[in-house]
């Protein structure tokens, strides 16, 4: 009954790969976020969808390519990945005003 | 522009005692709404409490309190009697309250270490 889930959990791999993170919410949400948390735990937005549409994308490399295939899905693409890009990468939804968003439990990326 | 400011970056209070988080934000939009989060060593992100710039009482949770002084621009969060459990990170956060831009800003956290 986990309200957000995202996999993997943990996620390791080379300089140059491609991952994919996914994301799923059972809650009923219209909206749904991607953020990321650097090493010194800044969270920081990089995009939001509003019912499939894109409505916030800060400015993250397009090599970062969220995708929303319904709902209650946000995945997000990573095209050839750098050392910089790793962290954590937090899933997130909510529902109206005013409300609070809802986390997913997080995926740790680690880029060697 | 939005900005959250947390000015502790860390905070170490002795089991039982309250302690006062501190959180100042700066926007320009007339309705926003202010929450706090924690994040335990595990990693998740919890929501705590929520207060919204028009409402006319301080937020309470249980041992949550959240000081809201809207002319100073501060929204603290006031734990009460702190147990070992609450050891963590503590984040602040704002969004605007109008449709096309719900983007919650973070500060930097306050990380608090519950002594026994």
């Known amino acids: 009954d986990t309200a957000v889930s995202q996999t993997p959990k943990y996620l390791v791999t080379q300089m140059g790969n491609d991952k994919s993170i996914k994301c799923e919410q059972n809650l009923g949400h219209d909206t749904m976020y991607w953020y990321k948390q650097d090493s010194k735990k800044f969270l920081k937005i990089m995009f939001s969808y509003n019912n499939k549409e894109l409505i916030i994308n800060e400015t993250v490399p397009n090599r970062f390519s969220p995708k929303s295939p319904d709902k209650a899905h946000l995945n997000l693409h990573i095209n050839s990945l750098e050392l910089g890009d790793s962290a954590v990468y937090f899933c997130?939804?909510?529902?109206?005003?005013?409300?609070?968003?809802?986390f997913g439990n997080g995926t740790r990326l680690t880029v060697t | 522009a939005q900005k959250i400011t947390q000015t502790q970056p860390g905070m170490f209070v002795q089991e039982k005692e309250a302690v006062t988080l501190d959180c100042t934000y700066d926007t320009s939009d007339p309705s926003y709404g202010l929450f706090w989060y924690k994040q335990p060593s595990s990693g998740e992100m919890i929501f705590l409490i929520y207060q919204g710039s028009y409402d006319q009482q301080n937020a309470t949770e249980g041992r949550y309190s959240l000081n809201f002084q809207k002319a100073r621009k501060s929204a603290n969060l006031v734990i009460s009697a702190s147990q070992l459990g609450d050891s963590a990170m503590y984040f602040c956060a704002m969004k605007p309250k109008f449709f096309g831009n719900e983007k919650l800003t973070f500060g930097t956290g306050t990380r608090l270490t519950i002594i026994p």
């Open positions: 997130a939804s909510s529902q109206g005003e005013p409300s609070p968003l809802h």
